[in-house]
């Protein structure tokens, strides 16, 4: 038995698109029912995360396929979106459980003011002994303010509610050494550290061509979480029940550190940066090594339009982001002040001026 997991009060569940829908579009009851019986007996809080949506939506608007635009996705998620709620609310039901739906944009957990109300809407279902179940606002994300898939999304959800587990649920029932359906490789029990995953072929597709993540991006969710003190199990579908029960099946990836403040968590997976800062090689020292605010002295160039409490990322002469950190100066203040100290900047334009770019505890490693 895995005591991570029968020991956890509070769980987060990820379900694919491929594994609640019909593959001509469409909601399999058999399969929502099997997924609601799982999660309505555990003894743990509960938080879902469920796509479907927009697959949901194919087989009343006569869509043979997933669309590619976003138009033709936004309507289709906006008739599947009620349709994938009604089959939980009444399955849910059937076990005496309330649901709460919660839509998200990425505009919600990478903004600090939205991201708060996200966590107490979520915390107050939870108190209230109802099951928040989260997706993506496909009918109103625009390209530019997508998560792009759910896998990522549940990560962010697990460390905004403080998670004691991430389950991902999908149509493989692990992680491989390669394609499942090849006699060579072999199933990946244990993930340690990411390492273990060197030369590990995780660029395989869903099988059922309705949803937009994979494998990739599940591995991908599994590190946020689990350098966020998070564990993760990667499992199929119709494992739920024996997932939540502790019982050793898909892939458990230990969690690689102690839970990070926070803050310091949104700032390095929650938030998009608004422009770059360009280190000389001593700054890049003193920031990753010695763990030192940023002082314009060390800074050589200036890329992006922001303002002051804007994210920014903070790279090496190679381009390469070492750090994000919350900037205390707008971009157009900055280039005079760049390779100057701050005593001498305070000397000629004011004691407001001998203070730190980006200040230590407002800064997170890359």
Do not use: C
């Amino acid at each position: 038995m895995r005591e991570q997991v029968t020991e956890a009060r509070r769980i987060v569940v990820k379900i694919g698109s491929s594994s609640l829908t019909t593959t001509d579009g469409g909601l399999a009851a058999d399969r929502v029912d099997a997924l609601v019986e799982a999660l309505a007996t555990s003894p743990a809080e509960v938080v879902l995360v469920s796509s479907g949506a927009i697959a949901a939506g194919l087989a009343p608007l006569g869509l043979p396929r997933r669309p590619r635009d976003l138009a033709t996705q936004q309507a289709a998620a906006s008739v599947g979106q009620g349709l994938l709620m009604r089959a939980y609310n009444d399955a849910f039901a059937r076990h005496a459980r309330v649901v709460g739906q919660v839509l998200l944009t990425v505009d919600d957990v990478t903004r600090r003011a939205h991201y708060r109300n996200a966590y107490r809407t979520l915390r107050r279902l939870l108190d209230l002994k109802a099951i928040p179940i989260v997706n993506e606002n496909d009918t109103v994300a625009t390209q530019e303010i997508r998560f792009g898939d759910n896998d990522r999304l549940a990560a962010l959800v697990a460390a905004l509610v403080d998670a004691d587990l991430l389950v991902l649920l999908s149509d493989v029932d692990g992680l491989y050494t390669g394609d499942p359906s090849l006699p060579t490789s072999r199933a990946i029990t244990d993930v340690h550290s990411f390492a273990d995953l060197d030369g590990v072929d995780i660029r395989r597709p869903g099988r059922a061509g309705l949803g937009t993540g994979g494998m990739v991006t599940k591995v991908e969710a599994a590190r946020i979480a689990t350098t966020s003190g998070i564990p993760v199990v990667l499992a199929a579908a119709p494992q739920a029940a024996e997932v939540l029960t502790g019982r050793p099946v898909g892939t458990f990836f230990h969690r690689q550190r102690q839970r990070p403040q926070a803050r310091l968590f949104w700032l390095a997976h929650a938030t998009t940066p608004r422009g770059r800062l360009i280190l000389d090689a001593g700054a890049v020292r003193a920031v990753v090594s010695r763990h030192a605010s940023l002082l314009p002295a060390g800074i050589t160039a200036v890329d992006g339009r922001f303002a002051a409490g804007d994210p920014v990322d903070l790279v090496d002469a190679g381009g390469v982001p070492v750090a994000r950190g919350l900037v205390n100066y707008d971009a157009v203040e900055l280039p005079p002040l760049l390779g100057r100290s701050t005593s001498d900047l305070a000397a000629e334009l004011g004691p407001a001026y001998e203070r730190e770019v980006v200040h230590r505890d407002d800064l997170v490693l890359l």
